[in-house]
């Protein structure tokens, strides 16, 4: 363990053996700090953290802070980041409001500087939130999602798998997976080609998709269409609670590339 002689570490802060500590960070406690951790210069642990293995936090990061919210009344909530994820400097994070599920970022994901996630959010697997990316309370965001610089996502919105969210983009409603979205508010363009591509979901699974998405944007049922992991996952998407509906379609362009 290399810990700075000016950081500040609770003794109710659990660390694994191998972690490294910054200058003038601070960890408060209870927390728990994972294997091969590494905290930045001047990052803040607060109370009821949970690291796992292999997270790397900048500079100036501050995580567990209280959920900005009128209603927390300070009763014990977590926020979970999970393995080898990737915390730029100044990110921030906050725990939940309820105590039975804590505001959890997945693991590999990668949070460029500035980035804020609110309380109660739940941010999936291999996510990538660029510069300056604003995430309110209780979002979803869905494996290998990635959302353009400055981007906000207002309160409730999902945002699906494989998604892409345009910079500077305002999404109020829900994004479905496999698409691109963009503007304020953010509307449906087209599927995310490039991001598909380099899935591997090309060929047959891409026209199913292709097929599903217009569907989707004209009102009709995926009923009868070929029934590929990704149309699933569309329809599950459709089929799940969802407090603020499903982003419009832009008219008039083209939907799809290639």
């Known amino acids: 363990m290399t810990i700075h002689p000016t950081a500040v570490v609770s003794p109710r802060a659990h660390l694994a053996s191998d972690v490294k500590v910054g200058p003038y960070a601070v960890i408060e406690g209870p927390c728990e700090i994972g294997p091969g951790v590494e905290l930045g210069a001047h990052a803040v642990i607060h109370p009821f953290v949970r690291l796992l293995a292999g997270v790397k936090v900048g500079p100036?990061?501050?995580?567990?802070?209280?959920?900005?919210?009128?209603?927390?009344r300070?009763?014990?909530?977590w926020l979970v980041v999970g393995e080898n994820t990737v915390l730029r400097e100044g990110v921030i994070l906050h725990r939940s409001t309820r105590e039975e599920q804590p505001t959890r970022i997945g693991s590999s994901c990668y949070l460029m500087g500035h980035v804020h996630v609110g309380h109660d959010a739940q941010v999936g697997n291999g996510v990538i939130l660029t510069q300056g990316v604003a995430v309110a309370g209780h979002v979803e965001i869905g494996d290998y999602a990635v959302i353009g610089g400055l981007a906000g996502i207002h309160?409730?919105?999902?945002?699906?798998?494989?998604a892409m969210?345009?910079?500077?983009?305002?999404?109020?409603?829900?994004?479905?997976p496999f698409t691109l979205a963009e503007g304020s508010p953010a509307l449906h363009y087209r599927l995310n080609t490039v991001g598909l591509r380099r899935a591997g979901i090309t060929g047959e699974r891409y026209r199913a998709l292709e097929q599903a998405f217009?569907?989707?944007r004209e009102?009709?049922?995926l009923e009868g269409l070929p029934?590929?992991?990704?149309?699933?996952t569309l329809k599950a998407f459709l089929a799940a609670p969802s407090r603020r509906h499903l982003s419009g379609f832009v008219r008039g362009e083209p939907s799809f590339e290639g």
Do not use: C, M, N, Y
């Open 227 to 232: 029934d590929t992991e990704e149309v699933q």
């Open 219 to 221: 009102g009709r049922s």
């Open 74 to 77: 300070g009763q014990e909530t």
């Open 165 to 176: 969210i345009g910079a500077l983009s305002k999404p109020t409603r829900d994004v479905l």
């Open 60 to 72: 100036h990061a501050v995580l567990g802070g209280e959920p900005q919210d009128l209603s927390f």
């Open 155 to 162: 309160q409730f919105v999902r945002i699906g798998t494989r």
């Open 214 to 216: 217009r569907a989707v």
